[in-house]
């Protein structure tokens, strides 16, 4: 079974862009988390998105959001990036009802200049 | 904020015992311990977790003390692909809320 995949892998945006990453979840699981990873923050949570609903919601302004889709893709947008969205972010799926092991992407490496 | 305490880093030598302690001192009844360890640019994965007994998997053991306010997870055979960033995590399974990463511990293996 193929693992969480998000795309791109690597990015680098200008200040005052917008940004879309993409994440497509395993097979099966419906249920799909956002992170963003810094030095100095660690690894936060941005928000949780089940059957195309927001279930869940990290504290992140409103510059970023997500949706996702009816075959439980997801995607998050960032926008008028600023140089502190620099980072690594992370997608998780995860199957509902089960004791919610999150599986991870390998992660979209963010670098806004 | 994150319900776990861990040290923000420890060494073990190869092949001993890792021994990576939590504290979860305000943990709820209905709460698990899950742990997850991340190397270096790779996304976090999931070890193991439990509710109070002791549980043990092909990657780790769990050891959760009996008033549930601290735990230990053990790699028995530390290699060097075991040097990673471990993250302790209290949560309710079953249930969707967010999960709260705190720190972790950066687990130095010495060769």
């Known amino acids: 079974k193929a693992g969480v995949t998000q795309t791109p892998r690597y990015l680098i945006k200008t200040r005052g862009q917008q940004v879309t990453l993409s994440c497509s979840p395993i097979s099966g699981h419906r249920s799909v988390s956002w992170y963003q990873q810094t030095p100095g923050q660690g690894l936060q949570f941005l928000f949780e998105y089940f059957s195309e609903t927001q279930r869940n919601k990290g504290n992140f302004p409103g510059r970023f959001s997500g949706r996702q889709f009816s075959n439980s893709r997801s995607e998050m947008n960032v926008s008028t990036l600023e140089l502190g969205d620099s980072a690594l972010y992370l997608c998780?799926?995860?199957?509902?009802?089960?004791?919610?092991?999150?599986?991870f992407g390998p992660g979209t490496r963010l670098t806004v200049l | 904020d994150a319900k776990t305490t861990q040290p923000p880093s420890m060494d073990c030598a190869e092949g001993r015992a890792a021994n990576l302690p939590c504290n979860h001192s305000?943990?709820?009844?209905?709460?698990?311990v899950y742990w997850y360890r991340q190397i270096h640019s790779q996304g976090p994965q999931y070890i193991i977790h439990?509710?109070?007994n002791n549980e043990t998997n092909e990657m780790a053991s769990l050891i959760i003390t009996e008033d549930r306010k601290s735990s230990t997870l053990i790699l028995p055979h530390a290699t060097l692909r075991d040097t990673a960033v471990y993250y302790c995590?209290?949560?309710?399974?079953?249930?969707?809320?967010?999960?709260?990463f705190g720190k972790g511990t950066r687990l130095h293996i010495l060769p």
């Open positions: 998780a799926s995860s199957l509902v009802g089960s004791n919610n092991e999150q599986f």
């Open positions: 305000t943990i709820s009844g209905n709460e698990y």
């Open positions: 995590i209290v949560r309710v399974a079953n249930r969707d809320d967010k999960i709260i």
């Open positions: 439990g509710l109070k």
